[in-house]
């Protein structure tokens, strides 16, 4: 580098967050009454959000969290309806951030037959 000309600095920052946890949440779901009902039961706080194409709920700091969704509302939430077999399907997103997408997150698809889980 020539001391009359400029100097470049560069800096490189790295942005990192971990959850690790030796616990794995429970995630249970029905079809009862016209609604698709997901539940979620972690073993500690949860702060995070369930989603459901537009459907989101976020955590309360609770255990036990539990997103709703009429049947009315399928389309808005991203839940598919096969005529053929009678049955809701609908993939879900639990994020344990409710800003960030971590390596902990977890996807999943479920499916309800003839109003049963």
Known sequence: ???????IHLLIFVFSLSFSSADQPQVSWSCVGGRL???????SSFEGRIQVGECTVNGTSSRNTQLI???VDYD????RYE???SSFSSPVSIHFHRA????????MNISCFDNSS
């Open 1 to 7: 580098f020539s001391s009359h000309g400029p100097m």
């Open 37 to 43: 009902i997901i539940d979620l039961t972690t073993d």
């Open 69 to 71: 969704i009429p049947f």
């Open 76 to 79: 808005r939430c991203g839940i």
């Open 83 to 85: 005529e053929s077999l």
């Open 100 to 107: 960030l997408i971590l390596d902990s997150d977890l996807s």
